[in-house]
Every structure is written in C-alpha cells, then in structure tokens.
C-alpha cells in the first residue's frame, strides 16, 4: 500500500542544489492582494489531461531493463490514471526552475494545449534553490536562485493564472527533498516547499505535498536500505544528491496520486 501525503508542516530553510513566449519579468515580492476564490473543480466529464510542468525529479526517461535507471516521477503516474478517464503529457525537463521553463517559452507552449477541465500539475523548487548556477537569455545571465517567499512565488503564479485563463485547474506539488541529512531532520528543498503551500492556501489552489510525505518515508526508513533502492546510483556505486531510480520515483508517484485523490475531489474516482 502506498502511504498517503502527510498534511504540510513548517520546513526548515533551503540549503539549495542544482537546474515560457512570455519572459517573466524580474521577481516582485510576494503576493499581498487578497486571495481569490478557490477555483471550483471542472465540470468536464470525459476525458481529461493532466499536463506536469516541473524538473528532472519530474521528468520522463528512456526506460531500459534495469530497475536502477534514472526516473522522473511524473513517467511514473500514469499506472495510477484510470484508462479512458485521464491522460498524463508530462512536459518536465531537468535544470528549469520556475522562471527557466516561462523564459524558454515552455509555460506558453503547454498553455496552448490546455483545454478547459485539464489540470496543470507544478513542481519547481529543486532547482530554484541553487544560489550559484545560472542560464543565458538573450546576452542575459540570468541566475538559477529565486527567493522563496517573493520571486519563486510570483513566477509560480504566472503558472496558475495562465491555467485558469484557459479553464483549467491548476495544482501545486511541493519538491522531494534531497539525499542529504534526512535522517537528522535535514529538508534541502524545505524552503520552497513551504512557500508552495503558502501560495497555494493564498491562492485558493489544491497543494500535493509530496516532500512532506517523502520527507516522512525516508525518515522512517533510517538508516537507507544498502543497496539504496530510493535514489540514482550512479555508474562509481555513489548515490546521487537529487535524483531517483525507478523504485524511487514509483514511490513518489504513488504519493503523488494520493494527495490528488485527497486534494482535487473531482479526480479522486479517476485515480487510483
């Protein structure tokens, strides 16, 4: 059985990590207007999209014969869709942050393929932590780190105006944590998992907490498993700091599909 996502706590500080037509403009501070009406459900009835935007921890990947390859959870989710019901177009790429994937034309792309009744799943915060990494726009270089509680939040809220302009629900997913110090407490992506759950409740948007049930999992099964079977074991026998294997990435998929049923009633009956 699959443990259900954990109602969101308080998350210790960040300590980082690493990496649409529209370009966001720079960060303003967090939102300070009162909250909008939370977004009824949609009332379509047949099929319907569930469309990811996120990162290489949400990311499809070639599959191969190993249970040990590297795994997104979002190539994981669909087991959990009802045939017929609900479709997974997973458009995650590694190394976007929240403002990466909008300055690459990608939030655009995936807005023009939204129809109303979808769903738009968000998952950044992995990369948007990183206070050293940066990308080229243009002759810009444009810096990987937004700042939980101002930029993260208003480029987060390009995503979920953007869905409700065209009909859609839009849906946040806080960020797994990483390899590192969960046994003793430690939350790498805390910072800005919090600030998901703070602009969804602001905003009026169902939140998947997914680094509070994974934050919980790990923690219960410490010391980790040897082999690991939760993280990407790289080629040298070392574990990654960030990324899963297949076993990992089911897991969180399975937390994933959990918080949906409990957060968005009108799915619950289309996910498993």
Not at 164 to 189: E, F, K
Not at 217 to 234: H, Q
Not at 258 to 267: E, I, Q, Y
Request: proline share 9%; with cysteine; charged share 15%.
């Amino acid at each position: 059985m699959v443990p259900t996502a954990l109602a969101p706590t308080p998350a210790p500080a960040n300590t980082g990590g690493s990496a649409g037509s529209g370009s966001a403009g720079s960060g303003s501070a967090g939102n300070t207007a009162a909250p909008p009406p939370a977004t009824p459900p949609p009332s379509a009835t047949g099929p319907l999209t569930l469309f990811l935007a996120g990162d290489s921890t949400v990311q499809t990947y070639a599959d191969t014969a190993s249970e040990r390859d590297q795994a997104g959870w979002g190539q994981m989710l669909a087991p959990h869709v009802a045939n017929g019901e609900l479709t997974v177009d997973n458009r995650s790429i590694g190394g976007r942050t929240a403002r990466r994937f909008i300055d690459e034309g990608r939030l655009d792309e995936l807005l023009a393929d939204l129809l109303p009744g979808d769903y738009l799943l968000v998952q950044f915060g992995t990369n948007d932590g990183n206070r050293t990494a940066t990308y080229d726009l243009g002759d810009q270089i444009i810096p990987y780190y937004l700042d939980p509680a101002t930029d993260f939040k208003s480029y987060l809220q390009q995503y979920l105006d953007g869905a409700r302009a065209h009909g859609a629900l839009p849906v946040l997913v806080t960020p797994p944590p990483r390899n590192s110090a969960y046994c003793t407490g430690g939350n790498g992506t805390g910072a800005h998992a919090q600030a998901m759950r703070e602009l969804g409740q602001a905003q009026g948007v169902p939140v998947v907490d997914l680094n509070a049930a994974s934050v919980a999992y790990l923690k219960a099964i410490c010391p980790a498993p040897t082999p690991e079977d939760f993280f990407l074991l790289r080629a040298d026998g070392t574990i990654d700091g960030t990324h899963f294997q297949e076993n990992g990435a089911r897991i969180l998929a399975g937390f994933v599909a959990s918080g949906l049923r409990a957060a968005v009633p009108a799915l619950a009956a289309r996910i498993q």
